[in-house]
């Protein structure tokens, strides 16, 4: 697939930067922002930020596109989303280097959050049963009753610089499969991902302003969040953002899900298989550089373990090849300079407080160009919970250890985190695991496995700061939040039911 470019009058060539109406769209607006190739600390392109004016274009086109989309059979937009599916599935390892040259993430990792993305693909691909409504006849004498699921119209994607491709398709397909249509404002660290996706849409088949993407910043989201003819907002980012998200939007009658940031905490009791709780908890702090909202942050050591769980993690985690991802490392650089310096700065914090740093990602030697975003696995034993390491969510290559006695410690402390994203417990104690599932106040569990990113049939979503609305990502929750109910009372008149009667309708 060539690369969308175009020039905007005055500013010379740059990337397309928005897409509506089944075609790059320049804009007009001269705002724009750096987006950098991590690995190499360059700057490898402009995306433009969208102004007001280019964010009512694209409404425009979504909205003109919805009645024709909204009408078209379920056979028929099936066979879209089947096309959609084989064409991404062919040519994923396209979509992946894109995602590594913008985000960082090592190329398998890439590839990793595609296969998760088109996991939602599929499901999409069965929207036929998943939008069957339900039928009762002969609910009073010849009455009969039915309920429908209808799209909901133009509808807004907001999606993070972690996730480029991943997210935003926990919610397109669905949306798109059940009748609405779809204006993508991606995060503007990573966005040439969203261009490379609505070219597949075009190519399979999708008609015109049914997918549309705005490129941009606060600009874009606020006119996203207050235009009369957005009827719904799906929000990913950090927790400030989402509740910022939630609360303006809806203040402006939209349907609205924002999932926000988090800090996971993995348990791990004196009976769990140690090798196993260390490779999952390098697997789950360090992969995507712990730029993941589900990557584990917080690690509580119950009783004796914490001494020989820290050292098979230290082991492990200075065995890992921190450099450019498109070389054969394990975990690629962080994905801002600033935000590689924040994340050190964590460390720093951490270390001035008490922390004993037990590997140090501040002095890697990584495989990759002088000027990249570096910062290799770090590990920090003895956090406590007042620390900044631990209260806030870091979003970096950085594991704590928390020390704790009991289990109903490693509990307290977890339902005491203002965020509730995911957490695990590793035990062979079948018991200690069901109770814990019970009482934790997370919305997504694992035992004994680390990431656990429900599978696309279920549904994604955090409890606490995060996640603000009632609907959860993708699934069947999915469904419901991109469609809205509508019932049906129908009786076919026979002549003996005529005549007036104003009382309140019963049913005989
Ligand atoms: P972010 O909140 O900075 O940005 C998210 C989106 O909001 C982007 O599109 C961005 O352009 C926009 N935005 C940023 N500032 C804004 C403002 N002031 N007003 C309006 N819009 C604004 O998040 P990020 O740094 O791109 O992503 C990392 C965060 O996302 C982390 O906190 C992570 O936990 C979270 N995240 C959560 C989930 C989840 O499922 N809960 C998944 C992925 C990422």
Not at 30 to 53: D, H, I, M, Q
Not at 113 to 130: F, P, Q, T
Not at 413 to 427: D, M, R
Request: charged share 20%.
């Amino acid at each position: 697939m060539t690369s969308t470019q175009t020039t905007t009058p005055g500013t010379g060539t740059v990337p397309a930067s928005h897409w509506l109406d089944g075609k790059p769209y320049a804009g007009g607006s001269t705002r724009t922002g750096e987006v950098y190739n991590p690995a190499t600390g360059e700057v490898t392109s402009l995306v433009a930020f969208a102004s007001e004016e280019d964010v009512a274009a694209a409404v425009a086109s979504a909205t003109a596109a919805f009645p024709a989309w909204r009408d078209t059979s379920l056979a028929r937009r099936t066979q879209v989303l089947f096309a959609f599916r084989e064409l991404l599935n062919a040519r994923k390892n396209e979509l992946a280097e894109i995602i590594t040259a913008e985000h960082g993430k090592v190329l398998s990792d890439a590839l990793g959050e595609i296969a998760r993305g088109l996991e939602v693909v599929e499901v999409a691909c069965g929207i036929a049963h998943l939008l069957k409504g339900e039928m009762t006849e002969n609910a009073s004498t010849g009455v009969d009753v039915y309920s429908i699921r209808q799209p909901l119209g133009p509808v807004a994607i907001i999606s993070p610089f972690n996730f480029p491709a991943m997210v935003p398709m926990w919610f397109f397909p669905i949306a798109i499969a059940a009748g609405n249509t779809v204006v993508l404002k991606p995060s503007e660290k990573d966005p040439s991902a969203s261009l490379w996706l609505a070219e597949l849409w075009a190519e399979a088949g999708l008609p015109a302003g049914v997918f549309n993407v705005v490129q941009g910043d606060k600009v874009a989201v606020d006119a996203l969040l207050t235009h009369p003819d957005i009827k719904a907002v799906s929000f990913v980012g950090s927790t400030p953002i989402a509740k910022y998200v939630y609360e303006t939007a809806t203040a402006h009658g939209k349907r609205v899900q924002a999932l926000g940031g988090a800090k996971n905490h993995m348990v791990v009791l004196p009976d769990a298989d140690l090798d196993l709780a260390a490779d999952s908890a390098v697997n789950a702090g360090f992969g995507s550089a712990g730029e993941r909202c589900m990557a584990i942050s917080a690690l509580v050591a119950v009783g004796p373990v914490a001494d020989d769980l820290v050292a098979k993690i230290a082991e492990r985690a200075q065995g890992i090849k921190t450099g450019d991802g498109r070389r054969s490392c394990d975990m690629g650089p962080l994905v801002t300079r600033p935000h590689r310096d924040k994340v050190a700065g964590y460390i720093d914090a951490g270390e001035a407080a008490g922390a004993t740093v037990v590997v140090d990602g501040r002095t890697v030697e990584p495989d990759g160009a002088a000027g990249g975003f570096w910062l290799g696995p770090t590990l920090l034993d003895h956090v406590t919970p007042e620390m900044s390491v631990y209260t806030d969510e870091i979003f970096g290559p950085v594991l704590s250890v928390v020390r704790v006695e009991t289990y109903d410690e490693a509990l307290a402390l977890i339902n005491a985190n203002p965020y509730g994203n995911g957490t695990a417990i590793f035990t062979n104690d079948g018991g200690a695991a069901r109770k814990f599932q019970n009482e934790v106040e997370v919305g997504m569990v694992g035992i004994n496995v680390p990431i656990p990113v429900p599978v696309g049939y279920y549904s994604f979503g955090g409890w606490k700061n995060s996640l603000f609305g009632d609907t959860h990502a993708y699934g069947a929750d999915g469904v419901r939040f991109f469609t809205r109910t509508k019932a049906v009372t129908e009786r076919w008149l026979d002549p003996s039911h005529g005549g007036i009667n104003l009382g309140f309708p019963q049913n005989h």
